[in-house]
């Protein structure tokens, strides 16, 4: 998420300085520098590459001679020979880190980045202390999208400068291009201390808390930061939204409301309002927000899936029968219709023989409209709902249907009934014969009760039917990584899967999965890196397999930091304390 931060308190100078270091790769010289340019402005005579004449001058004739030669090729642009006037300046005072910086600058203006970060970390093995050399390695490091070590960078500059909230800035943007959760976390905890008074610290802290799943805490940060500033643009929304989670729906009505009577313009709140009014049980008032949401946008799909589904509710089926079919999901289209039809007596037989032949995909429309519409009005009562209307259809006709089996399904794998799905999806392919949709989820039951050979079985035939779909692929290959089982097998179906999405964050962890268990840990953390970062959201697990990669490799300092990422996320992920603590008695 793209933020604006005003922490306040920056040091105008300082700020310059840096944005120019980091924006532009030009830099601050210190005065030992500043002072050799001076002298540049009385050497009027000096030629570029006329150093070589000074060997029999002093050494600090030679020093100067070589910064004047690389200025002046640096200002004509030949920066590889600038380059080779500081190395030579360079092995004259091998203790001079205004020198070192400019030899990074000059590598960064020639966008040789890799020689710019290795004269980078040779200038702070001399000055490990020196802030303008941190401020280069961040900036080079998030060029190279080494975003870890921009983070290090970067929280090695406020150890050493800890009262200038520029550097947090700075922190803070190299997290969120790391996808580093707890270290956004351990920042803001920080500034909320260091600016007591802001509502918006304690809003972004509670916004970071939402998305590693502490609930509770984020709505006691959001109700504070509201307290303090009224007017955070998004709080009571996000407030509400995080109400909705806890079930405190009546709280969540009202801040709702509240935003949506402001911010008129923000559809999915309004979607949200809807739902929670329905969750209430006053499906009137719910209506009455979704029809003024589907005027305003006649062609938001779910918003008119959920007018429909309200309408259920009120037992107002002929609405739902002179409504148009929606071109974005015909197969729900259809099913509403059918059960509408049949709820009014009237003739739904054509539609429903028709159901299983429309075009359409029936997987995408479960998740963009069934599972987003049992999140709005509560999982357990809505699909409660829907699925009595299906059994109500299937027992009073003789035709049966595949997609109808498909979406029951679905909604019983929703409320956690996977005993009765599983009857559902077996008894589909008894009766319609093999079918892509009842093998994957049927796979995806039987991984989640432990057992191996059903699900590799049916994965298989998912993909026999399929062959070229990425995510049964990536499904496959990891569950044989994850049981270390024919692992070149693995390799072969993730790869290919890369080949269709190749920045698929879940991808690259599965195939970095596959190289740990085949012992090769450095590509393990290859990509197990690229994936974080390639994720919507931090995530516990990946952040344990990246662990587990670098005590692969022997580096169980950064495995310990992982495991301690990976819990803060869950603290409930199993295992990884126990990892934890061998490791420190291991290396105490």
């Known amino acids: 998420m793209s933020q604006n931060y005003a922490l306040g308190g920056q040091n105008d ?36 590459g006329t150093s070589a004449g000074y060997a029999g001058q002093t050494a600090q004739s030679k020093l100067y001679a070589h910064y004047l030669a690389a200025s002046i090729y640096e200002r004509r642009g030949q920066f590889e020979q ?36 290795r004269a980078c970390k040779e200038g702070i093995k001399k000055d490990p202390s020196n802030p303008m050399l941190w401020i280069w390695l961040g900036g080079i490091c998030q060029r190279l999208e080494r975003y870890d070590d921009a983070v290090s960078a970067y ?32 920042v803001f905890e920080k500034l909320v201390q260091m600016l007591p008074d802001s509502g918006q610290m304690r809003f972004q802290l509670g916004y970071y808390l939402v998305r590693v799943g502490n609930t509770e805490r984020a709505c006691t940060l959001i109700e504070e930061a509201l307290a303090l500033d009224p007017n955070i643009a998004g ?15 009546e709280e969540a009505a009202r801040l709702l409301q509240v935003h949506c009577d402001q911010v008129p313009e923000d559809f999915s709140a309004k979607e949200n309002l809807a739902g929670v009014y329905g969750r209430l049980g006053q499906f009137d008032k719910a209506l009455a927000v979704i029809n003024s949401l589907v005027e305003q946008q006649p062609n938001l799909t779910l918003a008119q899936i959920a007018r429909w589904y309200i309408l259920m509710k009120l037992g107002m089926f002929r609405e739902i029968v002179e409504s148009p079919s ?23 037989e054509d539609i429903l023989a028709s159901l299983d032949s429309l075009e359409g995909d029936i997987d995408t429309e479960c998740k963009e409209y069934l599972e987003k519409i049992t999140f709005l009005f509560g999982k357990e009562s809505t699909s409660s709902f829907l699925t009595q209307k299906l059994e109500q259809l299937n027992h009073s006709t003789s035709l049966k249907s595949k997609r109808v ?15 009765e799905a599983e009857k559902v999806l077996l008894g589909g392919l008894s009766q319609f014969g093999s079918d892509k949709w009842l093998h994957l989820y049927l796979a995806t039951i039987y991984e989640k009760q432990d057992k191996p050979e059903e699900t590799i079985e049916h994965l298989k035939k998912s993909l026999e039917i399929d062959p070229d779909d990425p995510e049964v692929m990536n499904f496959l290959g990891y569950f044989y990584a994850d049981k270390n089982l024919n692992l070149d097998e693995a390799e072969a179906l993730i790869k290919r899967a890369l080949e269709i999405d190749p920045d698929n964050g879940y991808y690259l962890d599965s195939l970095g999965w596959v190289y740990f268990r085949k012992g090769d840990a450095e590509r393990a953390i290859e990509y197990i890196r690229r994936a974080i970062v390639k994720m919507d959201n931090d995530d516990a697990v990946l952040r344990d397999h990246l662990g587990d990669a670098y005590a692969l490799r022997g580096a169980y300092d950064k495995a ?17 304390q126990d990892k934890i603590d061998k490791a420190l008695r291991k290396f105490k």
């Open 560 to 576: 310990v930091a992982e495991w301690r990422r990976a819990l803060r996320l869950d603290p409930k992920l199993e295992g990884v």
């Open 155 to 186: 929280q090695r500059l406020i150890e050493l400068q800890p009262g200038d909230p520029f550097w947090y800035d700075r922190l803070i943007r190299a997290a969120e291009q790391a996808n580093d959760l707890v270290t956004l976390l351990d």
């Open 405 to 419: 089996a498909t979406i029951l399904a679905r909604l019983l794998m929703l409320a956690e009934n996977d005993s």
């Open 82 to 117: 600038a380059a080779e006037e500081l190395r030579k300046a360079i092995s004259i005072a091998p203790n001079d880190i205004n020198l070192q910086i400019a030899l990074v600058r000059t590598y960064a203006q020639m966008a040789d980045l890799d020689s710019a970060l």
């Open 235 to 249: 709080a009571r929304n996000v407030l509400g939204l995080l109400y909705l989670d806890l079930n405190r729906n």
């Open 326 to 348: 929606l071109s974005e999901a015909p197969i729900f289209s259809a099913l509403f219709q059918i059960i509408a039809r049949h709820e009014t007596g009237n003739s739904y």
């Open 13 to 48: 100078s300082l700020h310059e300085k840096t944005s120019r270091c980091l924006h532009g790769f030009s830099v601050y010289l210190k005065p030992m520098t500043i002072l050799l340019v001076a002298l540049a402005g009385c050497a009027t005579t000096l030629q570029a």
